[in-house]
């Protein structure tokens, strides 16, 4: 199976930073990648996907970029609503595989 | 309005069995492949099993293989996870989530846009 590999695994920042956030797979997966976020008690919701596209509905802040083995999930100007846990998934490979998540905490 | 619910979780002694039921709304079930992914309290997201949109192929983790069973009814926009021999690492909630797509196999595997609210499977003594 392909390992994905989040870091950090927790991040603190303010209201208004920009936060930057890889995800590493053991092998290529070209740009078959998604993004999701988490908060507390809720489903995961899809952010991104294949690396770069952004999924209807979510904020122009949140953008995706890379490919091959390495990726980033960038928030550009976090907002209250942004504080959760995010996952990468790849689904080059079968069976589909996540990291192991990356909290974003207020600083 | 796309809705995903999951029933069925609860506590359960390991070596019994549970079923858990995913009821969906809001889109045309019978053209989606469907899966089920779980998640320990506290830690990240396994993917469990899938099926795709007419039941012809399942698929499903090594650490159930043999013990799980995926199902769909599409007449009653339903998806099912029959759970046998439980365990105490099973312990977790159980997501149903739709594919973007009606297919799903080994060669063709996507990610899943809705969610459900998760249902708690405890497996203790």
């Known amino acids: 199976d392909i390992q994905m590999t989040q870091s950090p695994s927790t991040l603190s920042a303010s209201v208004g930073d920009g936060v930057f956030i890889t995800c590493r797979a053991s092998q290529s997966i070209s740009n078959w990648l998604a993004w999701y976020q988490q908060k507390p008690g809720k489903a995961p919701k899809l952010l991104i996907y294949q690396a770069s596209s952004l999924e209807s509905g979510v904020p122009s802040r949140f953008s995706g970029s890379g490919s091959g083995t390495e990726f980033t999930l960038t928030i550009n100007s976090l907002q209250p609503d942004d504080f959760a846990t995010y996952y990468c998934?790849?689904?080059?490979?079968?069976?589909?595989?996540f990291g192991q998540g990356t909290k974003v905490e207020i600083k | 309005e796309v809705q995903l619910v999951e029933s069925g979780g609860d506590l359960v002694q390991p070596g019994r069995s549970l079923r858990l039921s995913c009821a969906a709304s809001g889109f045309s079930f019978h053209d989606y492949a469907m899966h089920w992914v779980r998640q320990a309290p506290g830690r990240g997201l396994e993917w469990v099993s899938g099926?795709?949109?007419?039941?012809?192929?399942?698929d499903y983790a090594d650490s159930v293989k043999g013990r799980f069973t995926i199902s769909r009814d599409n007449a009653k926009n339903s998806l099912y996870l029959q759970m046998n021999s439980l365990r105490a690492d099973d312990t977790a909630f159980y997501y149903c989530?739709?594919?973007?797509?009606?297919?799903?196999?080994?060669?063709?595997?996507?990610?899943?846009?809705?969610w459900g609210q998760g249902a708690l499977v405890t497996v203790s003594s």
């Open positions: 998934q790849q689904y080059n490979s079968s069976p589909c595989t």
């Open positions: 989530a739709k594919d973007i797509e009606g297919v799903t196999s080994p060669q063709h595997i996507n990610y899943f846009d809705y």
């Open positions: 099926i795709s949109w007419n039941s012809g192929f399942r």
